[in-house]
């Protein structure tokens, strides 16, 4: 009888093999004649490529196993590991499942992948983000559709945690989802006003860099988006109607592109008690395009 451990085995073998055959087999695309998207299958199936169809440009940055466009959770306490493996960069740390991969580069493992139509869908087992090879007690799900400029992703996190050592009550800031965008998108433009909805002037902060402590914290993102965009006032803008805290910033310097080291980065943000046995599923929206238009796609949505 076949486990499940033993059809995600034969399923990476199979995958393996189409590589030989072109990067499409591990770089599943949507091109719609607007944007063209890739998920990456040996990073957990994250969001590894958004660019306008036709361009090579993407605007996602991929430097190391932290970036991409990706599920991340938070569960329990901080516990120092660092006898066991653990990070020191990232010690004491939560329970922390991270769909592309570890600190260490070690990446998730596919458990399922489906293309029909116009989606497509990706399960895989997480790695611990601060453990070296040590894969999370938990399956990532990722529903991926694009219609027009809009990208909608509905994420799933099914959780079967046996662990002892991080507790179990623990209410804590969740990534919904963790997003970096190229920091080439340098300018951050949301609306943080009290007339949401109205088409008020939308608010320009300063990008916080992550230099200085931490990324920049908005709590009263009313309109539930924010966006990062060049010169031109054209990027990518995320919208997730569950949040109206976000944060956002950067890392190292402006004008980098999707393998660079500096990175801008969003994350609406959620107050979530994650327990050993959550099931949590959620909706977001990518939008590109320029500010005027990430906005209005917002209101439609909305």
Known sequence: ML???????????????QCAKGQSDIEPIIDNGVITLKLDLTRGGAISFISLSGSERSIVNIADEGRYIQQSYYAGRSVD????????????????????????????????????????YVKCIPMQWDMNNRPAEAEMEQWTTVTGSVIKVRNRLTCHRTDLIYGDSTLNDQELPAVYP????????????????????????????????FWGIY???????????????????????????????????????SADGSTSYIAPVKK?????????????????????????KVYELH
């Open 272 to 296: 979530e008690m994650m327990y050993k046995n959550t099931v949590y599923t959620y909706d977001y929206y990518i939008i590109i395009g320029t500010l005027g238009e990430i906005r209005s």
């Open 182 to 213: 190229i920091s080439a998108l340098k300018n951050l433009y949301t609306y943080l006003g009290t007339r949401q909805f109205t088409n008020a002037p939308v608010s320009h902060p300063e990008v916080v860099n992550l230099s200085s402590g």
């Open 81 to 120: 590991r660092k006898a066991e493996g653990q990070a020191p960069n990232w010690s004491p740390w939560s329970w922390n499942p991270i769909q592309v991969g570890d600190a260490f580069r070690n990446r998730a493992r596919i458990l399922a992948f489906q293309k029909k139509d116009n989606e497509l």
């Open 219 to 257: 709590k009263d993102v009313s309109e539930h988006w924010m966006a990062f965009v060049d010169e031109n006032e054209w990027g990518m803008g995320i919208y997730n109607p569950l949040c109206t805290g976000f944060l956002a910033g950067m890392s190292g310097s402006p004008g980098g592109e």
């Open 3 to 17: 486990t499940r451990k033993t059809i995600g085995f034969v399923f990476i073998i199979l995958l393996l093999t």
